[in-house]
């Protein structure tokens, strides 16, 4: 066994993502008040609106068929009925936070996600979103993006995604193995995702985007190169490579086939480093977790300069300091904490519909949360964390396991403070755990994916 599988085996235990500090599992609900959260929403938005403009990120969690490896929260259904009643709860719950805000919103950028946004018509797509824009003003650097399913995402999708001046689209192809499909449960021919990356070109998109994902039953080093030797017959401006999150514990439909068709930990990984090897040979360059690049598109250009960010939506260029989440299970963020919304599609409706935040649990920064989040993003997005920031929070526990990790090649701790190295860049989630201090193992209990 060589050095790399050993530190692979060793460090592949469950470690939060860190899309957010603390992650959800270890919000400190019982501390979270809801009027106190209405208040620090206003201030936030009196503070970021102004200067940055805000995020806002809207979740339409229908789809039409269960991809058995998804961990987003879907409603399954064939039943389009359901968009006009949705609809017209998203638009209810923006007139709570407008009239909250109490002055015009300033949006630098939204994002559509799910389930599949597609799954709605062009027409109630076009509704949707041009209720959210009214009477909003766009900020001069202003993204709008939107993730869609190759197979039915058709060129109307993308006719009034343009006309509402959406530039960046994103769409799921997971794998282009036939058999792979079957076990996931989604099928989608190549020419499929071949015509919507051409139609989105011709309408102007100027960034498109794949989602892939390694570690997927029946998946092989060979199965990885096919597929990656098909999505770079397309060129696409940015790719996720992402890791399985196999918690069947939390979604039964994971459990469609059995532990021994997934690849185990040193082979998992062997499939990202051929995508990846392939990808930086092609050009693209590694953006902090599971995320690539091409030179010219905007998420390189934010890292070359500093300033790319992660939040729920994942990397992003933007950095503003206020996102409100629409929709079941939306979450919203400020630098006050995290709020999320209900994640049954009724009981949001129902919520809203009495006019009252579908809120249901959330968490308020405290102590020493803020600068926690501050270090785990400069590792996941910079991959580099001044002295200044990391000090206060230096333990004796801490620098054994910084001192650990630099012995094993994962860091480089200097006076200027602390440096990711290459080796490290497999191993980010648990550099970051480093610093999380509601990260306590609980016998029994396993509430994150494993890290490799």
Sequence with gaps: MNRYSDLVKK??????????????????????????WRDKLKVAFDASNTAKGISLYIHLPFCESLCTYCACNTRITKNHKVEDKYI???????????????????????????GTPTFFSPQNLHR????????????????????????????EHLEVLQQCGFKRISFGV???????????????????VKRVVEQSRARGFESISFDLVYGLPFQTPESVEDTMKQVLSLRPDRLSFYSYAHVPWLKPGQRGYEDADLPGDVRKRSLYETGRNILTNAGYREIGMDHFALPHDTLAIAQAKG???????GYTTTHTDMLIGLGASSISETTYGYAQNEKSVEDYEALVAEDSLPIVKGHLQRGDDALRKQVILAISCQGFVP????????????ESQLEMMQNEGLVLLQEEGLRVMSLGKTFIRNICGVFDKYRVAVPGEQLFS???
């Design 11 to 36: 460090y592949d235990v469950p470690v939060p993502r860190y899309t957010s500090y603390p992650t959800v599992p270890h919000w400190q609900v019982k501390d979270f008040s809801l009027n106190e």
């Design 88 to 114: 017209h709860a998203l638009l209810e719950e923006w007139k709570i936070y407008k009239a909250i805000f109490g002055g015009t919103v300033l949006l630098r950028e939204l994002h559509v996600g799910g």
């Design 128 to 155: 949707l979103l041009t209720s959210i824009l009214e009477g909003v003003l766009l900020h001069p650097q202003f993204e709008f993006s939107l993730e869609g399913h190759p197979n039915n995402t058709m060129d």
């Design 174 to 192: 997971q794998d282009l193995s036939e058999k792979v499909q079957k076990a996931i449960h989604r099928i989608q021919p190549f020419e499929n």
């Design 307 to 313: 300033e790319l960010h992660r939040n729920f939506m």
């Design 387 to 398: 002295y200044s920031l990391l000090q206060p929070l230096f333990t004796d526990e801490v």
């Design 450 to 452: 494993k890290a490799i």
